[in-house]
């Protein structure tokens, strides 16, 4: 899909029904409450009317439509459907009722939907179509029992015939169902369609969606609910579900349908539409074909299983079953689907999208994205709670029964004998190796140099990629950014892979932790056809399955084994073929053949299992490269609808890091082969005389950090299994030709098109002679050195080489303008290194003399720090930065990491802080000394991971600012755990917005294909700025292959999002700001035409204070005194503020003198002029960078007012402000609260922290009494002083940064069965007491360092990354508990003995403390305890205190590992 | 590794001033394994790595610093090797503090890491161990000529040799190693180390002519036109002068005539000239590291004083500081800020002191470039029983050059182009004679460069 014009969704959702069935009115009305009350997840339009769209779909109300027809003269017949259909024309009702004629349907009615146009916005009245309901009937016998079917292919047919008519759509086609949907607010959706206020229109069940979409061009058809469900959240698999669903139709035969009707359903589903409207088409084509509702649902949206050992076996063995032929549709997911008859509810296997449902006593059933969306009275309910990860939970209307999760799981292992099936079919192939890695002759090779230089792999590549591997099995750590030029602009050896830069999840969707939550994750992978996966056989469980697809001599030859014919273990199922991959000229011929041979033999001689294999390279031959290999058979196949026969294994000598495997994996490889890889290792091992043992270790490790570095790449895109990874083209590749992209990767976005199959050739030629001059001149040693991840001389270019660092360092010292001419001329005259190097300005002005351009400090106030935390730096460059930037009115970052209290109301004070996904040190005086807040979703160096602050770095002075224990490792979730999707986001920057009023709003993010359309939608978050971080940004540490692979640089994000925010006439709204690399003033000059209109530098800032570009940021020895906390390393710290002065003004000037030949007088004027740049270049196309779009260029300096302007609480604010004014006052407020008002707390907070910091206010100064349901994020950076009691429940993000006070919840009805709160509860809480007399959700106290906590019940993945704090769970637990989790202590009550098996392991251990040495620790439970007693009147607590003696043995105390004195202070324990 | 911060800088362990004055032997002691690896160790493996940068043979010096932490004593001696014709003389000689440890990241308090002791370590350890540089024999039929068996002409040699190019020196003096052998003293560079290196050469397909003087011996055109390309290395001989009253009497000397003759005693050469020193005064005009050089030979002679005079002070000395701390340690005596005025003479015209006048150092305000300033009336007499002159070096002007249509520049250099090649096609030239007076590292540079055009020419 064209990016420009892309978009991504997110959104809220709900389902509500009659268990019993009976239809009612209320029923209909409850579904628009609930879609009203939901109101803040969606997005408006500037219009304030027009939405991105909402929706509900009904049960059919049957009374009303008779009626209705009767109406118009029709007596409807016992058996019809109704179509909701908008139209553009009449013609098009021509074609429906012909192609329904011809599908033995009948047009009986078309009825106008009666609509108020006046409910809409101008945006959605100008696309309105005509909105008509076509009410069908039967034709004939055959018709009247097929009519389902008939429904279904008529749609599909009309669908098709007119697919040219852009807006025309069906919203729903069914007997049973009906969908009223368009763009409007949900607040208008009753005035607009006059049916859904008829007391006629009964009905017994409704879904219920609203959209969040990053355009600002919706249309109508993409809101939902589709027909058959409302997804919330985001399928980050969707290229490779989509895929595979094209491969799987081509086997697919049907008992409801015929070959030819077939053919009309298929393709199943088309990119032209949302991904959840894809999962829809998938679906519904199930259902349609017969497939059961729950088993259709479980195909698509799995549990985990993979690496679940508390699973049922039996249950384990469906999925595993059901994995033969379906991938996980994967991603954040809340879904509720139906087919008329069940109505259900599924959550994705991470958990990362609420779902909370209520059961009533009289029998309705309410589950949505929040509490408290439609008011029920306490009395009523029977049942509140909260669907976990991967658990799905429906109702059968026809037997008005819910079913839970067990009783759907057993429904599905018991509904076929899938474990006898797979005990006869399926195979391991681990299961006939006995020791791995034993066998090493693949390994020992003779031409073995000769092979690493032409594969690329270099000293520096065994040192820093491949030994790391070996010895540690993990992938190499390095730290600073990437500065080396694209492949395509390389005049160096590179390896193929470097022209493909990996996708990652931001904003929209969330990255997961493969680490802490690899209980998701699935390396997975089999061989064997794709069968008719509508059938379930035991045929179809005849599949060779493996743990990871890195394969090793062992595997490889079983595998093998298992296709050759010669061999008794021989299968035809998986027989197999080797084609090689060597060539000798014409690159794309050579293509071509292998692609038709490879066709030829899957289509003749039956072969299952392709073999690519690059072996054997000599003088004559050279390799193609195998991602072209794989990506161009790959293709073939497919478009010969034979690909769901085979499975393509690679053999090659091309990977050797994770990058390179998922590449391959992403362009269709099944398993790889690493030989040389292997044989790296291995022959080092030889050298190194090592052991037999320590070679197999060796080896072993390799495998393993392969595998490891694979997760985190699917991680890092929200990923989880690697078979939704595969064939998902998951990458952009910049500089390669359309043709090549067409042909071999043609599902990835292309970037500045360039390099054809003849260019390619050359430098694989290039390579191949430079490789094989070992046999011309006798080396020394035979490997190339390197240069590729560190400057080598004669190696690739890098930007802060050595004299470039020698000048800026000089610059910098003396200030004068010869010696910055020094630094400028090495930038400027690096010929086209960098995208920008190719954009030539040529101005539509005269010189001016630059006396008349803006001085120095108007430039300066664009100029900024990159974000690096104390702690990351040392104090003395944190504070040199600090004061440089405010002395020259520009802006310093603080990073995360918090700040020191002295200095926030200083001159050191930086005016950007920073929130990232940790929240270290993030407290309300922090973000309320900020004049800016900059909400890090992704840096340049490591887009979509987290990372780690090695304890030996966290000195008593960061452990004080990051509110944890000095020595405790400090480890940063990949992703920020209140937020997982885009309405989140736009949740956190309200959150944002009001603990800080005057601040503005920043978020960065990392250019990549699709920025556009991200950025849309942080305008939409009501973000001030966006910041478009490039791939050279630097970084504290990271692995190796994410510096370098992952990212683009920031001319094409910045150029894209420009473009895209203009399209969308959004640009005015948001600042736009740029990093990555910036050393002169034509970077700069260069960034701003292409639309920033701010600037921020990072490593250049560095360089200036000292920096000698060491890259050893992660080990704690910067000899200059910057990366580290060692105080004698300190000592060498030579930067000063006057050095960053110094050099600031000289490029300041040099942007000035630059202003002044163009013309120009202000850098304002040239912001966002791509019109003024051009490129010579022919090889490579820049024609989207250079792309101008008609529209406004920059901010217009208004602040972006989120819609929801807390009125709540800015009244409350008054009624306390003589509190705040004076703090010997105290008061108290009783007060009504409801879902949609939320971030409650969090402006009283803020302005208490502006004059106490915090401190805050003395202990129950403000005390609110709130009856109700409240919003998200209640409590959120409550300060010290506040005490909140909610006599109800709330929703997610409770006490979210709390830095101090009390929230007390307590529900009408206590325990654990009754879910008071929602998911990520106290996330980054630094301190206060929070007391929950119920249940919560998912992730409770996930990075909590200092908050004391008491709950009856928690969901998965509690305690997550915890720093500190204690948490007291007195009932049920979910799965993954204290993940992470490296400081404080949790007391689990475990009366039911299950909870060592939901007890993460890795850093924490649990102990009994119903013994002599935890008295101490028994005692302080024990006052916690009478103290959540007095709060909430607990009755559960109440019990276990009665009965103490007994029930203190059920408890377990869970502390990190290597903590060794448990720090409790009693006064806590009160 | 980055091991700097819990180990300080060792250096080379000089002898005992008594025992290391006695001969002309290695004044130093090698580092031991323990001493390598341990301050290898301290090396940073900076992503921008000076050290590499700053060589002129662009030493992998990163790499095998850390193969010699981690004891691996072949992969360092690989790497030193592949890029270097002869570390260990390297590792010897070098002015290590003005190149690869002056640009040290650690060089700015930390101290630099030891790279040149390690470089020598490297090497000899692995010699002691039976490795050898590896040739694969005269595998080609191409033949190469070299003029000069200096540092350029034994580097082209080598790189020549490892593509199986059959390469013949030409050497005017008896033993080959050009300056390594005539000019640098074997306290500080072995000369078997140089002919531990010449005679590997040899094994693996050398023709070395010693006693061939081009141009006097052998004709030059006779050598261009029976090799299929030439590599001129003849270096930079000639000496700057004074250019004061009586400096060509008997008992002047200028400095690179003192060690070669020198030189040539310890290996038993014939020599016109048999001064003894013993007894006597010898005066040094210079403040360079040959002029360190001849004092300690001086004083290993057995000279009754060494005395150096330099026209700047102290801290303006261009040589190394090291060299300077020796010298002094040796027993050298210093006197700064004076100048030669004219050489006195005795009855028979030989000189028996020198006139000197006191030097001023003045600053243009304005530019702020320093001139060396005589002091009227402080003329001075030093008494000396041989004067040596350590000025520095200019070219030596070699006619066979011009007359083969081998252009040279008006500073006696010989012009080439990017590829070192001369005005005259397949005849290149390098070190000293094309750049001028440089080190011997720089030669090195030079005829690797030149080797790897003339191996791209010939085979590629």
């Known amino acids: 899909m064209d990016r420009f014009k892309s978009f991504k969704d997110s959104c809220s959702f709900g389902l509500l029904a009659n268990i019993e069935n009976i239809p009612s009115f209320q029923n209909t009305t409850d579904a628009i409450s609930v879609l009203k009350r939901m109101t803040h997840r969606g997005s408006m339009s500037k219009d304030g009317k027009s939405g991105d769209g909402c929706g509900i779909l009904f049960s059919l109300p049957k009374e009303f439509f008779k009626i209705e027809a009767k109406n118009l003269k029709i007596d409807l017949p016992k058996q019809y459907a109704i179509a909701m259909v908008f139209l553009q024309n009449e013609e098009q009702k021509r074609v429906i009722e012909e192609i329904c004629h011809e599908n033995d349907l009948k047009v009986i009615l078309y009825r106008n939907v009666p609509i108020n146009s006046k409910a809409l916005g101008d945006e959605a009245l100008k696309k309105m179509p005509k909105i008509v309901q076509i009410f069908v009937t039967p034709k004939s016998l055959i018709a009247t029992k097929r009519f389902d079917a008939l429904i279904y292919l008529a749609r599909r047919e009309i669908e098709s015939a007119l697919k040219d008519d852009e807006e025309f759509y069906i919203a729903s086609f069914s007997d049973k169902l009906i969908v009223y949907k368009g763009l409007m607010m949900p607040s208008f959706i009753e005035e607009f369609y006059q049916d859904l206020s008829n007391p006629l229109f009964k009905t017994t069940f409704a879904i219920i969606h609203q959209r969040f979409s990053t355009d600002t061009t919706p249309s109508w058809s993409r809101a939902q609910p589709f027909r058959t469900l409302a997804h919330n959240g985001e399928i980050n698999s969707v290229n490779s579900n989509l895929f595979h669903a094209t491969t799987k139709g081509k086997r697919i035969k049907s008992q409801i349908f015929t070959f030819g009707e077939l053919k009309k359903l298929l393709p199943i589903t088309h990119n032209k539409q949302s991904d959840s409207a894809m999962l829809d088409n998938m679906f519904e084509f199930l259902l349609l074909n017969g497939i059961d509702f729950f088993k259709a649902a479980r195909s698509l949206i799995p549990a985990p299983w993979e690496n679940a050992p508390h699973m049922d076996s039996s249950l384990r063995a469906f999925y595993e079953f059901t994995s033969a032929s379906y991938e996980p549709w994967d991603g954040p997911a809340a879904v509720s689907l139906t087919d008329g008859r069940y109505v259900g509810c599924i959550l994705d296997r991470n958990g990362l999208r609420p779902a909370k449902y209520i059961i009533t006593k009289d029998s309705r059933i309410i589950v949505a994205s929040e509490f408290g969306v439609i008011d029920i009275d306490e009395e009523n309910i029977l049942e509140h709670g909260s669907l976990q990860s991967g658990q799905m939970m429906g109702i059968d209307l026809k037997f008005g029964k819910v079913m839970k999760n067990e009783e759907i799981n057993d429904y599905l292992k018991d509904s076929n004998p899938y474990t006898h099936w797979l005990n006869q079919n399926l195979v391991y192939l681990q299961e006939f190796v006995e020791i791995p890695f034993s066998k090493t002759s693949d390994y020992e090779l003779e031409n073995l140099h000769h092979l690493q230089r032409f594969f690329n792999i270099t000293q520096e590549v065994k040192e820093l990629i491949i030994t790391p591997m070996a010895k540690d099995g993990k992938e190499g750590t390095g730290s600073m950014g990437d500065d080396t030029p694209l492949a395509s602009f390389s005049k160096k050896q590179r390896t193929f892979m470097d022209f493909f830069k990996q996708k990652f999840a931001q904003v929209i969707n969330s990255p997961i932790d493969p680490i802490r939550e690899k209980i998701v994750m699935s390396l997975n992978v089999g061989f064997g056809e794709y069968r008719n996966v509508l059938k379930e056989t035991p045929n179809h469980a005849k599949r060779i399955k493996t743990i990871s697809p890195i394969l090793m001599q062992e595997k490889f030859e079983i595998l093998k084994s298992f296709g050759d014919e010669s061999k008794p273990r021989y299968n035809q199922a998986y027989k197999n073929k080797a084609f090689s991959t060597l060539f000798k000229s014409d690159l794309k011929g050579s293509l071509e053949k292998l692609a038709n041979s490879v066709v030829r033999a899957v289509k003749e001689e039956g072969v299952r299992v392709v073999f690519l294999d690059d072996r054997g390279v000599n003088e004559e031959c050279l390799a193609m490269p195998m991602a072209m290999a794989v990506g161009r058979v790959n293709q073939a196949l497919q478009k010969e609808d034979i690909l769901h026969k085979a499975s393509i294994v690679a053999i090659t000598a091309e990977v050797f890091d994770a990058h390179s495997s998922a590449c391959l994996i992403a362009y269709g490889a099944s398993a790889i082969y690493p030989y040389l890889f292997y044989a790296t290792v291995f022959n080092e091992c030889k050298s190194d005389e090592n052991s037999l043992f320590e070679t197999k270790t060796y080896l072993k490790n390799s495998n393993h950090a392969l595998g490891q570095g694979l997760l985190k790449i699917l991680s890092k895109m929200g990923i989880a299994t690697i078979s939704s990874y595969k064939n998902s083209s998951l990458f952009d590749i910049i500089g390669l030709c359309k043709e090549i992209a067409k042909e071999c990767f043609p599902n990835s976005h292309l970037l500045i098109p360039g390099l054809s199959y003849e260019d390619i050739e050359t430098r694989l030629i290039e390579n191949h002679k430079k490789a094989f001059l070992l046999d011309k001149v006798q080396k020394t040693f035979p490997l190339e050195l390197g240069g590729f991840y560190k400057y080598l001389d004669g190696g690739e270019y890098h930007d802060f080489n050595p004299s470039v660092v020698h000048a800026v360092h000089l610059a910098s010292i003396t200030g004068k303008k010869e010696d910055y001419e020094k630094v400028k001329e090495l930038i400027n005259s690096r010929k086209e290194r960098m995208v920008r190097d190719f954009l030539n300005i040529k101005s539509d002005r005269k010189p001016i003399d630059i006396n008349e351009v803006e001085p120095v400090e108007e430039i300066w106030k664009r100029f900024s720090s990159a974000a690096m935390s104390l702690g990351s730096i040392s104090p003395e460059a944190h504070e040199a930065l600090a004061e440089a930037f405010n002395t020259m009115g520009a802006m310093s970052n603080s990073g995360e990491g918090g700040e020191l209290p002295s200095r926030l109301k200083s001159f050191k004070n930086s005016k950007i802080k920073q929130i990232a996904s940790g929240r270290f040190g993030v407290t309300p005086s922090y973000l309320r000394s900020a004049q800016e807040i900059q909400i890090k979703v992704a840096q340049g160096a490591k887009p979509g991971e987290g990372g780690q602050l090695p304890g030996h770095k966290v000195t008593p002075l960061i452990a004080s600012l990051r509110y944890t224990t000095p020595g405790v490792t400090l480890i940063s979730p990949p992703s920020h755990h209140d937020s997982s999707s885009i309405e989140d986001l736009a949740q956190l920057v309200f959150d944002l917005k009001q603990v800080n009023p005057e601040a503005l709003i920043a978020v960065k993010i990392v250019s990549t294909a699709g920025i556009g359309a991200i950025a849309a939608g942080l305008v939409k978050s009501y973000a001030d700025k966006i910041i478009i971080s490039g791939s050279e940004g630097g970084t504290g540490a990271a692995s190796q292959s994410s510096i370098k692979y992952a990212g683009n640089p920031w001319e094409l994000g910045l150029s894209e999002v420009q473009r895209v925010l203009k399209a969308n006439n959004l640009r005015q709204k948001v600042l736009l700001e740029t990093d990555g690399g910036l050393k002169v003033g034509l970077d700069i000059v260069k960034a701003a035409m292409l639309g920033a209109e701010k600037f921020a530098f990072g490593t250049l800032a560095l360089a200036i204070i000292g920096c000698k570009i060491l890259r050893v940021c992660h080990l704690n020895r910067c000899s200059v005194g910057i990366a580290t906390q060692d105080e004698r390393l300190r000592e060498h710290f030579v930067g000063t503020k006057e050095r960053l002065i110094n050099y600031f003004t000289l490029l300041a000037q040099d942007v000035r003198e630059i202003l002044a030949t163009l013309g120009y007088t202000k850098l304002e004027d040239l912001i966002g002029r791509t019109d003024l740049l051009k490129t010579s270049n022919k090889k490579f196309d820049f024609s989207e960078i250079l792309h101008y779009e008609e529209g406004i260029n920059r901010w217009g300096k208004r602040v972006n007012k989120p819609f929801d302007n807390n009125e709540f609480e800015k009244e409350i604010l008054k009624e306390v402000y003589k509190v705040i004014e004076n703090s010997r006052e105290n008061i108290v407020l009783h007060k009504d609260i409801k879902n949609s008002n939320r971030s409650f707390g969090a402006l009283i907070s803020g302005e208490i922290a502006k004059f106490y910091g915090n401190e805050g206010l003395p202990e129950n100064s403000i005390r609110f009494i709130l009856n109700g349901v409240a919003g998200q994020s209640l409590g959120a950076f409550l300060a010290s002083g506040i005490t909140i009691r909610l006599n109800g429940v709330t929703n997610d993000y409770l006490g979210k940064g709390m830095s101090g006070g009390k929230i007390v919840i307590v529900p009408k009805k206590q325990g654990a069965h009754y879910f008071s709160a929602g998911n990520s509860c106290l996330y980054g809480a630094t301190n206060g007491k929070v007391f929950i007399a119920g249940s919560v959700g998912e992730r409770f106290c996930v990075r909590n360092s200092g908050a004391t906590a008491v709950v009856e019940g928690v969901g998965d993945h509690a305690c997550e990354y915890m720093t500190g704090g204690i948490v007291v769970v007195l009932g049920k637990m979910g799965i993954n508990f204290g993940a992470g989790m490296t400081g404080g202590i949790a007391f689990v009550y475990d009366k039911e003995h299950g909870f060592i098996d939901k007890l993460n392991q890795e850093l924490v251990s649990a102990m009994r403390i119903d013994m002599d040495e935890a008295d101490e620790a028994r005692h302080f439970l024990k006052r916690l305890l009478l103290t959540h007693v007095n709060e909430t009147k607990s009755l559960k607590a109440q019990y276990i205190l009665e009965n103490f003696r007994q029930e203190v043995r059920y408890f377990w105390m869970v502390r990190p590992k290597d903590m060794m004195k448990v720090p409790l202070k009693p006064e806590d324990g009160d | ?460």
């Open chain 2, 1 to 460: 590794m980055q091991n700097f911060i819990n180990i300080e800088r060792v250096e080379l362990r000089q002898k005992k001033v008594s025992e290391r004055v006695k001969d002309f032997k290695q004044s130093y002691e090698l580092f031991n394994k323990e001493d390598a690896t341990t301050q290898a160790s301290r090396c940073i493996q900076c992503g921008d790595p000076f050290c590499h940068d700053r060589c002129p043979l662009h030493n992998y010096i990163p790499f095998w610093l850390r193969a010699t932490y981690f004891v691996k004593e072949e992969l360092a001696f690989n790497l030193s090797n592949e890029s270097n014709p002869f570390p260990e003389i390297t590792g010897r000689v070098c002015p290590q503090d003005r190149l690869c440890e002056g640009s040290c990241s650690l060089n700015d308090g930390h101290g630099a890491v030891t790279i040149g002791a390690i470089e020598t370590y490297i090497s000899e350890q692995a010699f002691k161990k039976g490795l050898k540089p590896k040739f694969p024999g005269i595998t080609t039929d191409k033949k190469v000529a070299i003029i000069g068996s200096g540092p350029a002409g034994l580097s082209a040699a080598t790189f020549l040799l490892r593509a199986g190019i059959k390469v013949s020196i030409y050497e005017k003096e008896l033993k080959p190693g050009g300056l390594l052998t005539y000019a640098i003293p074997g306290f500080k560079l072995d000369k078997d180390v140089v002919f531990r290196r010449v005679n590997w050469l040899k094994e693996a397909g050398l023709e070395l002519h010693l006693g061939k003087e081009v141009g006097k011996d052998i004709d030059f055109d006779e050598i261009i036109n029976s090799h299929d390309a030439s590599f001129i290395a003849i270096g930079q001989e000639g000496s700057r002068r004074p250019n004061i009253t009586n400096e060509n009497a008997p008992r002047v000397m200028m400095a690179i005539d003192f060690l070669r003759l020198s030189q040539k005693k310890l290996l038993g050469e014939e020599v016109e000239d048999s001064t003894h020193l013993k007894d006597k005064n010898i005066v040094v005009i210079g403040g360079g590291d040959t002029a360190m050089d001849c004092l300690r030979v001086a004083i290993r002679e057995g000279a009754k004083s060494a005395k150096c005079i330099y026209r700047r002070d102290k801290s303006s000395m261009p040589g190394s500081n090291k060299d300077f701390k020796i010298a002094l340690e040796e027993g050298a005596k210093f006197s700064f800020n004076a100048a030669p005025k004219e050489i006195l003479v005795n009855s028979d015209g030989e000189a028996i002191g020198l006139n000197m006048q006191k030097t001023i150092i003045e600053k243009d305000p304005k530019s702020l470039k320093e001139s060396i300033k005589m002091v009227k009336g402080s003329e001075f007499k030093v008494d000396a029983d041989l004067i040596i002159f350590a000025l520095g070096f200019i070219s030596k002007k070699s006619n066979f050059l011009a007359e083969n249509g081998v252009e040279i520049d008006k500073f006696g250099h010989i012009v080439v182009n990017e590829n070192l090649e001369t005005t005259k096609p397949s005849v290149y030239a390098g070190g000293d004679c094309q750049r001028g007076s440089d080190l011997v590292v720089t030669a090195a540079a030079d005829g690797k460069r030149a080797a790897q055009n003339i191996i791209k020419s010939l085979l590629l």
